[in-house]
Each structure stands twice: as structure tokens, then as C-alpha cells.
């Protein structure tokens, strides 16, 4: 597959949300979030999101890895106040796999037996020194593999399994340098209804100077097609609402913190947003929608509530309880 540069507008891979965490001197204790930091996690949730739905259909799913990049927020000289992994503020360039010369997929063409657009079994292994590239500011590798799966290879359908094995970004600029990995699976199973999807995601990253971090997420979503629209294998995804429900881990060195995601009101999935966020137009899918990130634990402290409106980037605000 081929590495190109594309105008930074979000990271489709998850954010590791930079917190500035309140000091304990327990290293192993819950980490306090405050209204702030909730608002940012809400922000990674939302780049979360946006990114999965565009994974109910195989095809999306293996023409795209985007990457995260990279800043450092400074409150004062010498005080570092967070690591932003994400592409606001940044310096760094972003990278979308769009074509076939850097990973190497185990057939080409794709095998698939029923002719559905997800193939039976393939894989897409990305190796050095194929996929290292010098830019003006520094280099950039990419490896590991992706597999996506047909479970009925005779059956011509819209459920499949993705799975990411070691997929690392490692990075050296004159700024920052380190890695970040993902791991995980994803499945998509149809029925006359629409279509539903589980996620469990591993992301972690070491970035030289930082303590580790890592971020989990698990969750179930559901999307169903617009009255009178039809969802067809191998086409774009109609109009339809999307409904995404679960929980997220946020680890940062040996401490970590609690989120449930819950949907308040369905997001209004649009493909004629989509299509628009595709060619750069637009900022998200969704029309309407909103969907709350609160931490789990006994404060009770509030959530951060996601809204979305006629395609436009997610607002995100803190709400007290």
C-alpha cells in the first residue's frame, strides 16, 4: 500500500488524549480526571466513532489506516503539560494508506468466492523497508499486519472480521520520537434489520521522555437503514441511524481510569456526509446525534456529552451532575 501526505484533519486510528493528570504519590491509584481532561477523552470518543462506522463495510475498512501525529503542550518553559496524540496544533505530517506498493497482501486480487467485496482470507502485511518514509521533518515506519475475514465465504453478504496484529507507527523527529500500536478485532455481522459491529481495541504508545500510555476500548453499535433505503454489499452505506454503546480504559504508566460511552440519541448517519468527509468537505457522517462519556467511579462527577449536527465537526462540553 502507499503512504501518502493528506491535510490534517483528524486521526481515524484512536487518540491517546493527553491529560494533565492530578499528582499522586500512589503510582498504581485511579487516575483523577478533571471537567477539562473529561471534555478531551470526549473528543478522542468522538474521533473514535467517526472513524468506526466507516468500518461496517469491509471494503472502508482495508483502504484506510490513518495515523496519529504528534505536539507537546507546554504550560511554561520547562513544564510539560501533556503529550497530544492527535492532529490538531501539530507539526507533523499524516499518512493514509491509499494503494497497494506498501503492504503486500497475500493475494492480489483478493480471493472472494462469492463476490460480496470481502474477500474469503486476506492479509496485508506492512514490512521495512517498504514502508519507511523520510519526510522533510523525519521518518516514519509502519508495520505489522491486518487480516480481514469472509465467516461465509459461499454466502454473499456484509459480515466480515478485521483484525490488526502489531500495527505500529514508530517515529523520530526533531520534536518527538517513539511508537504507537494497535491491536484488535472488529466483526460485523448482517440481518434484514442492518447491520451490527463489536469492537475491542488495544492502542498503547512509548514516546521518549513520557510514561507509558494505553488505551482500551470495548463496545457494541448497531446501524439500520433509513426507511425505504437498503443496505448492499460491495455499495456505500445508506442513510441510517447509528447507535454505538460500551466502555473505554485510559492507562497512563501504572495508573488508569474508567469511561462508559452510552448513546443518547441516535446519530443520524448521512451518506451524502460521508461521501463530503471523504473528499475533504466535510468533518463528520452524522447530521444529529449525541452520545455521553462519563468516568466510571464514585464521584459521579459528570460526563462529557458529544453532539453532532448537519455534518460538522463533533461539539463537545462538560456537563456536572
Known amino acids: 500500500m502507499t503512504f501518502s501526505s493528506r ?23 485511579p487516575l483523577d480526571v478533571s471537567p477539562e481532561q473529561l471534555e478531551v477523552i470526549g473528543l478522542a470518543m468522538a474521533t473514535e466513532i467517526e472513524s468506526t462506522v466507516t468500518q461496517l463495510s469491509a471494503q472502508d475498512a482495508m483502504t484506510g489506516v490513518e495515523l496519529p501525529q504528534f505536539s507537546v503542550q507546554r504550560r511554561a518553559p520547562g513544564g510539560i503539560s501533556g503529550l497530544a496524540l492527535s492532529l490538531q496544533g501539530t507539526r507533523s505530517p499524516s499518512f493514509q494508506v491509499v494503494g497497494t506498493e506498501c503492504g503486500v497482501m497475500s493475494q492480489n486480487p483478493p480471493t472472494d468466492s462469492d463476490a460480496d467485496a470481502v474477500p474469503d482470507n486476506l492479509t496485508i502485511t506492512f514490512s521495512l523497508p517498504a514502508c519507511r518514509f523520510i519526510e522533510d521533518n523525519g521518518t516514519f515506519d509502519l508495520t505489522g499486519m491486518l487480516r480481514v475475514t469472509d465467516p461465509a465465504p459461499g454466502t454473499a453478504g456484509m459480515a466480515f472480521n478485521m483484525a490488526m496484529d502489531n500495527v ?31 469492537v475491542s481495541a488495544l492502542e498503547s504508545a512509548q514516546i521518549n521522555g513520557y510514561p507509558s500510555l494505553g488505551v482500551d476500548v470495548d463496545w457494541a453499535a448497531t446501524f439500520a437503514a433509513a426507511q425505504g433505503s437498503t443496505i448492499t454489499h460491495g455499495e456505500p452505506l445508506p442513510d441510517g441511524t447509528y447507535n454505538v454503546n460500551g466502555s473505554m480504559e485510559y492507562r497512563q504508566g501504572g495508573r488508569s481510569a474508567h469511561f462508559n460511552i452510552t448513546t443518547v440519541e ?5 451518506a451524502e456526509c460521508a461521501a463530503a468527509v471523504a473528499e ?31 455534518c460538522n465537526e463533533a461539539t463537545v462540553v462538560y456537563v456536572g451532575q
Not at 441516535?266 to 448521512?270: C, F, I, N, P, R
Not at 452524522?286 to 467511579?297: D, P
Request: aromatic letters at 10%; glycine letters at 6%; hydrophobic letters at 45%.
Open 280 to 310: 475533504g468537505f466535510a468533518w463528520s457522517p452524522f447530521i444529529a446525534g449525541v452520545v455521553r462519556v462519563a468516568v466510571h467511579n464514585e464521584a459521579n462527577m459528570g460526563f462529557a456529552q458529544i453532539t453532532y449536527t448537519d
Open 168 to 198: 505500529r507507527f514508530t517515529f523520530s523527529t526533531a520534536e518527538l520520537s517513539g511508537y504507537v500500536r494497535r491491536d484488535g478485532l472488529t466483526s460485523v455481522s448482517a440481518s434484514q434489520t442492518g447491520l451490527s459491529q463489536t
Open 7 to 29: 491535510s490534517p484533519r483528524r486521526a481515524s486510528v484512536l487518540t491517546l488524549a493527553a491529560l494533565t493528570l492530578v499528582a499522586c504519590s500512589d503510582a498504581t491509584a
Open 266 to 270: 441516535a446519530l443520524e448517519y448521512s
